[in-house]
């Protein structure tokens, strides 16, 4: 079926999908939306970009048809407070012909608007926190659902949300309940989870777990120390063609200075998201950002999960994430649907190992570029090289545990020297 109509959907949802002008459904639209319809339990293995959220909302939209009063039919658990928000938006502009309402359950912000917003409401959408929380004080009701979600599972897992899962999944009744999972991956615990919460479910898999879109050019920088990345981050931005670029770090701390760094010297506007910012920080920067008014946006992995913005043209990493996980999620911020992007990655010496592995799993080489000529490259200062070294000496270790490393070798040999000449 390669057109919504095809799939008997009503009037309200087929003008609402030309509103957002979903010409056609995706590959895993194509997959889920009819096996939905049918009423089977579903497991669908994909990564934000592919449409999956519309998978799910569209026949669930379907099939809730229009409101029935008071209590919620519906139950969709998303891992972060973006998630709530984005999968909320996406369900008012496809039910929007319809009278249906969904609420967004999460923490980090007041409860009382919350609790009120759920007066009504045919779907709650919300962190596992939040909604176990509001169920426990009773201010929401959970025995009348009968359409389940769990999205992004793998990265709930991460997060250690299991047990809250678990519990909402003792609660709600499973009798004649349909239940749905969407994951980017299939760990053993998220296996371990539909087990648990499917029955006789339809696997749909999108090609292999790792398979990054066609539509993604992927290019590394190897740079030899932090300075040059620094200076070949400033060279991009101020010369390339950056529609709207999303830079990414591992740890906060980095992602705030490099932050003012980008505010003072190439663009203002600049916005940041990560873990420790507030929840209207990081709603705003992701408005400003969306909206446009922000091109270049700085996060750290968890804060942006799931996070959907369209026509991002370029996903820079400033370092190299620890897995290809993280990798393929970070340039998935990229070239999402029918659009296309290019995903850039600056690799330190000690980086080259992780980066190695991510091209292993997702089974291609990364392209790799020389550095501009306009780039100043300068000395890399000892105490970094020899952070270099001494990440480099434990990575061959962890490879062969017999490795000895040179690094520690020479610390060995000369402990009083080397104290000597930093007197
Ligand atoms: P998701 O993978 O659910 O995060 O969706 C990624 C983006 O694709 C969202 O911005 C959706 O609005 C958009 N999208 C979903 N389905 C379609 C479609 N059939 N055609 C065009 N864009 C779509």
């Known amino acids: 079926m390669s057109r919504f109509i095809d799939f008997k959907l009503n009037k309200q949802i087929i003008n609402a999908l030309d509103d957002l002008e979903f010409a056609k459904p995706t590959p ?95 779907v709650i959408v919300g962190t596992p926190g939040r909604v176990l929380e509001l169920y426990t004080e009773r201010h929401l009701y959970l025995k009348s659902i009968q359409y389940m979600v769990i999205d992004e ?30 994951s980017a991956t299939m760990s053993p615990n998220a296996k371990k989870l539909t087990e648990d919460f499917l029955e006789y479910p339809f696997i749909v898999r999108l090609d292999s777990d790792n398979k990054i879109p066609v539509k993604i050019d992927q290019i590394v920088y190897y740079t030899s120390n932090f300075k040059t990345k620094v200076n070949l981050l400033e060279s ?60 270049i946006l700085i996060a750290t992995d968890i804060a942006s999960r799931g996070m959907d913005v369209d026509h991002v043209s370029h996903v820079i990493n400033f370092d190299v994430p620890s897995n290809a996980d993280k990798y393929v999620h970070r340039i998935g911020r990229t070239g999402r649907v029918f659009s296309v992007g290019q995903a850039i990655t600056f690799c330190n010496p000690a980086e080259k190992y992780f980066l190695k592995k991510i091209e292993d799993q997702i089974n291609s080489k990364i392209k790799a570029l020389p550095i501009p000529s306009d780039v100043d490259i300068p000395e890399t200062p000892l105490e970094e090289k020899k952070n270099y070294d001494r990440l480099i000496d434990f990575q061959k270790q962890k490879e062969n545990p017999d490795y000895k490393g040179a690094f520690h070798k020479k610390k060995k040999k000369s402990p009083k020297n080397s104290k000597k000449k930093f007197k």
Do not use: W
């Not at 990265?155 to 009798?175: A, T």
């Open 28 to 122: 895993i639209q194509k997959e889920v939306i009819p096996k939905v319809l049918a009423g089977n339990d579903v497991i669908g293995i994909a990564q934000t970009g592919t449409g999956k959220t519309a998978a799910f909302l569209i026949p669930i939209v379907r099939k809730l048809n229009y409101s029935q009063g008071e209590k919620p039919r519906c139950l969709i658990i998303v891992p972060t407070r973006e998630l709530s928000i984005q999968v909320q938006e996406h369900f008012q502009n496809i039910a929007k012909y319809t009278d249906l309402k969904i609420v967004a359950l999460y923490g980090g912000s007041g409860k009382s608007k919350q609790i009120e917003g759920l007066n009504g409401a045919d």
């Open 153 to 182: 599972a793998d990265m709930m897992l991460d997060m250690g949300f299991l047990p809250q899962v678990n519990r909402l999944l003792e609660i709600i009744p499973s009798k004649k309940r349909q239940n749905l999972l969407f």
């Open 236 to 295: 991009l931005l101020t010369k390339k063609d950056f529609e709207k670029v999303v830079i990414f770090l591992r740890i906060k701390g980095d992602a705030n200075n490099l932050f003012k760094f980008i505010q003072r010297k190439i663009d203002s506007e600049a916005a940041i998201i990560h873990g420790n910012k507030e929840q209207n920080t990081r709603l705003n920067a992701i408005k400003k950002f969306k909206e446009g008014s922000s091109k």
